[in-house]
DNA sequence: CCCACCGATACCGTGCGGGTATCGTTCGCG
DNA sequence: CGCGAACGATACCCGCACGGTATCGGTGGG
């Protein structure tokens, strides 16, 4: 199967629409339909069922999607990691959620800085559930990820720290005078939603957010009140209010990276994070 | 990057020859050349250096055939996986090597069958170091793996049983008498070689063995000892004796699956797994 | 009932992948 | 020291497969 195929397979599959398809894959429709022919003539299996006014996947064509999608993330992958790695001058790529681990990740970068044959690290701060494709398409070679809220399926991992959740309030909001708070006190007030992992949002109540930034002036602005890792609060506005959440789930900080992949300056980087 | 510019790099940096390569490839060598030509341009890096006596693998390239090969796996297991999933003859295939978990594998094939949705499970018997590959190109879903003998990076796992291990001796070797034993004082005799990921044997003292059957003939033969996990014991012939090692290290047997591809099947045989 | 939509088919041109022949360089050997 | 073998690069040619345009066939909505 060549890469070329899999792509228009994509396109058709997350389109569920030849003509739409073509398009954003800046072709003509025939060849495209041709090619998707091909390459269910070669494999032996029809991907879609495909009327003159609909076109749905078949369950082969449901398993190429995901086994698909993972393998031209690892072609990317190969292809941005390969790029990367000029002689000479070599770096380390760190994605994390902007305004997560702000304690921890000074330190590390610091730290890591300080070992012998440590490479220059660059950082990418992006929202949230984007680390994960980061690291998988080669766009980065590590991650501070957040158990439970990210996934670490397929990554190799190391756990770091592990804190508690506190809520974060508006000054003048009437639990702010609480010195601790439960879950089930909170049940009937709508927390901010964040994106998935697809990038949409769950339907329900509560503002939709993308980032730390957002969501702290929501809350500065009496719109959201939010449960949060403790590690956030030196990054606060000073007009905030902050109550430990008994009961919260813990929350805990991992190093990941791809289980291949696994160069001395990135093995020297994940030694240094477990032993801070 | 097209899959077939990848198969032909791989083919060049593991074969180190241009001619051989496309000897491999079953073309000739100067597309060959050309082909490897395009694709550095395209990455803008160089990949090999050659002299018109030696070919070698610059930095990138090392880079390149290490994520490239995971690549080409992943698009295998796409390939593969798809075939497999033509509508209502869903099958799932289970990999693990001969001559292991011999208790655990037929409970676990029979509970798995009562469970309502199950599905046909084939069950691949291969040397050691093979099931990774099978799981990682597609051409099983779920791999019984033994820890610490088998890496499970870029798996998902749980744990199923954890054991000790034993000495397997001929039956009238110096040592059958012994009703237990170290670790230290076999530190003298020379234990069977398994291959490596490379199916490579590593140098050093010791009869190289490849599975189970072939290790038990060479120590029936009194040609060799070895440690194995207890769960061996009802496959052993009659003639061999068993010590239990104190201090050997823990086995544990994990069940292991690609991180994506979580099929409803699978999850069903992972959950009848962690409940036996 | 007709038209609009959409995927499939027919047909054509061209660019690229692969073949053969040959060159340039380098090492080994007499 | 010079010749030949080994090996990758280059030159050149051919065929095919990929992509384009035009059109068809079937289906659902107005």
């Not at 609909?54 to 390969?82: I, S």
């Not at 001058?89 to 304690?103: F, H, Q």
């Not at 939010?226 to 805990?252: F, H, K, N, W």
């Amino acid at each position: 199967m060549e890469t070329r195929e899999l792509r228009y397979f994509v396109a058709v599959a997350e389109e569920l629409h030849f003509g739409r398809a073509a398009d954003r894959l800046g072709m003509a429709q025939p060849p495209l339909s041709r090619a998707i022919g091909h390459l269910e003539r070669r494999l032996g299996v029809s991907l879609f069922t495909r009327t003159s006014r609909a076109v749905a996947l078949t369950p082969a064509g449901t398993v190429l999607l995901r086994e698909g999608r993972a393998a031209l993330d690892a072609m990317e992958a190969a292809e941005r990691r390969t790029q990367r790695a000029v002689d000479g001058t070599e770096r380390l790529v760190l994605v994390t959620k902007a305004g997560a681990s702000s304690d921890l990740l000074p330190k590390l970068l610091d730290a890591y800085a300080a070992e012998p044959g440590s490479v220059p690290v660059d950082v990418i701060l992006c929202g949230v559930a984007e680390q994960e494709s980061h690291l998988r398409d080669g766009r980065a070679d590590v991650a501070l990820l957040h158990l439970p809220f990210d996934s670490t399926a397929g990554f190799d991992t190391e756990e770091l720290v592990t804190e508690g959740q506190v809520l974060i309030l508006p000054g003048g909001h009437p639990l702010s005078t609480r010195t601790s708070i439960t879950m089930a006190e909170l049940s009937g007030i709508p927390l901010p939603r964040w994106p998935g992992h697809n990038g949409a949002y769950a339907d329900g109540p509560g503002p939709e957010v993308r980032d730390h930034a957002q969501l702290l002036q929501l809350i500065s602005l009496g719109r959201a009140v939010a449960v949060l890792p403790e590690s956030c609060r030196p990054l606060l506005p000073y007009d905030l209010t902050v109550v430990p959440v008994t009961d919260a789930p813990q929350v805990t900080t991992v190093i990941a990276w791809p289980p291949h992949s696994r160069s001395r300056p990135l093995a020297t980087l994940i030694r240094t994070a477990t032993r801070l």
